[in-house]
Every structure is written in structure tokens, then in C-alpha cells.
């Protein structure tokens, strides 16, 4: 079966969805389409914009967001996933792959989503750090022992797990950790604890915007990061969609259940490679490829 995979925060870069603006009159009407939604010319900084210029959380999310869908839309009818997932940010690109969501709708949310996190971020000081080479119980119990916020928030594969909470927890998180023999644990260059229970106003926030916008039936199921697993109903795809803001990110369970229900080649839709990667970390056995 094929599955169709979607990145998230961290695969912008400068020039992002040039090609397809340039040699796709969908992709150009598409771009055209989304700086009126959007209410600025997204594609003047995803085009020659700076890192730092495409760094600002307005613009990430919706970058990746159009980058991923524009480019799903252009494959036209080679386009048929039978499966599809998305790292964070990426579900919602995925939601749009397999008609859940309109890409309006779609749109709308990231924006939305993207402005609630930067809220939630200035609100408190936070941030994120991953942590690799040990068995995620390991990390677990460690963050459960830390008094203070810090839980484990992407389960990215077998020994990278990015942890996510308050700096001075993750401060002496990062320390137990490397006392327990972490090859590294590091913190990430990140404005904010994402996937963490420090986004709970931004949760409250998505939450309404979600319940007002209208999720069709799939026309294949989408894995969902907050379980794990396949979901087909549009109700229960939004709930799981209002979790994912303060609830881990199981991509490693997420691409083993695809696998076990029949996913055997995986397509990374959208900038970047990471999930490539990633991908050969899970299950090196399964073909990975990008568009």
C-alpha cells in the first residue's frame, strides 16, 4: 500500500515552492490564493524571504503547510495515497491530502494554530530539547521524576525522543539524562514548549476553530500523531486534532502501525527530507522516497 507522509516544523527554507509557482498554473493560482486568505504575500518570503524572515511562526507553519499541499495537488492523478500521516503540523497537510479538510479550511487552521502556539510561547519562557540513544521508558520515567513540566513530546524513532516543558526542568532533565547515558541531549533552537501541557491556551484556542470548520469523510485513513493509529471519522479525527497541541507526537508508533496494516512504500510530501530519514531509523526494510 502507499502511504503519503507529511513534514512539520523545521523543513522551511528560502526559495521553498519557487519550481511549483513557476512551472504549475494550479500551484501559481493556489499561492495567489492563500496571500488573500492569509491577508500578506506569503509567497514573497517563502520565495526570497530570509531564514530568519521565514522563522517567524506565522509564516512557518502556513510555508510548509502550502509547500506540502500545493505540491500534493500538482501530482495530479498519480496522486492516490491509500494511507496518509503528518509529523505536527503535517496532519493538517495530510487532512487536506485525503479530503478531510478544504484547502481554505485548511489553511485557515494553520494560521490560526500557528498565531495560538506564538500566544502560548510569549505567555511563558519554554522550550524543547532532544534527547538520543535511550530507550524511551528511560526518558519517561526521568521527565516523570523532574519536579516541574517537562514530558516527552515527539517520538520521532527508535532513540530520538525531543522532550518539551519549562527550561528549568528541561535544564535538569538534560543532565539526569546524560547521567543515564544519552549519547546527547540537547536543547532546540525553539520559541516554546510545543506538544506539552504549556499549550493548553492554544489548544482552547484551536479547539473552537476546529469545532466551527466542517471535516469531511476521508477517502483514506489518516494516522493520527495522538494515537497511533487509523482513523475514518471525521468526528473523532477533529477531537484527536484538538489534542495534538498538548499530547506527544507518536510518529515511531504512527509508521509501525502503517507498516503492520499493509504500508509498504512511503512518500514524503513537502520541503525537506527529515522523514526520509526517519523513516530508515523505524524500518529501514521499507522504501522511503520523496516526491
Given amino acids: 500500500m502507499k502511504a503519503y507522509i507529511f513534514p512539520g516544523q523545521g523543513a522551511q527554507f528560502t526559495g521553498m515552492g519557487l519550481d511549483l509557482y513557476e512551472n504549475s498554473p494550479l500551484a501559481q ?86 498565531l495560538a502556539m506564538q500566544k502560548a510561547c510569549e505567555a511563558q519562557e519554554s522550550t524543547m530539547a532532544a534527547v538520543l540513544g535511550l530507550d524511551d521508558t528511560v526518558v519517561e520515567e526521568v521527565c516523570a521524576s523532574i519536579d516541574g513540566i517537562v514530558v516527552a513530546a515527539n517520538y520521532n524513532c527508535p532513540g530520538q525522543l525531543v522532550i518539551s516543558g519549562e527550561i528549568s526542568a528541561i535544564d535538569k532533565a538534560c543532565e539526569l539524562l546524560t547521567e543515564k547515558g544519552a549519547r546527547r541531549a540537547l536543547k532546540l533552537p525553539v520559541g516554546g514548549a510545543f506538544h506539552s501541557p504549556l499549550m493548553e491556551p492554544a489548544r482552547e484556542e484551536l479547539a473552537e476553530a476546529i469545532k466551527n470548520t466542517i471535516f469531511s469523510i476521508p477517502t483514506c485513513p489518516v494516522y493520527q500523531n495522538v494515537v497511533a493509529k487509523a482513523v475514518l471519522n471525521p468526528e473523532e479525527i477533529k477531537e484527536n486534532l484538538i489534542a495534538q497541541l498538548t499530547a506527544p507526537v507518536r510518529w515511531t508508533q504512527s509508521i509501525q502501525q502503517m507498516i503492520k496494516d499493509g504500508g509498504t512504500e512511503f512518500i514524503e510530501v513537502g520541503p525537506g527530507k527529515v522523514l526520509q530519514g526517519l523513516m530508515r531509523k523505524i524500518d529501514r526494510n521499507v522504501a522511503a522516497s520523496g516526491v
Fill in 29 to 114: 493560482e493556489l499561492f495567489e490564493q492563500a496571500n488573500e486568505i492569509l491577508g500578506f504575500p506569503i509567497t514573497d518570503i517563502m520565495f526570497e524571504g530570509t531564514a530568519e524572515e521565514l522563522k517567524q511562526t506565522k509564516v512557518t507553519q502556513p510555508a510548509i503547510f502550502l509547500h506540502s499541499v500545493i505540491l500534493a495537488k500538482t501530482l495530479g492523478d498519480d496522486f492516490k495515497p491509500e494511507m496518509v500521516a503528518g509529523h505536527s503540523l503535517g496532519e493538517l497537510s495530510a487532512l487536506v491530502a485525503n479530503g478531510v479538510l478544504t484547502f481554505e479550511d485548511g489553511l485557515k487552521l494553520v494560521s490560526k494554530r500557528a
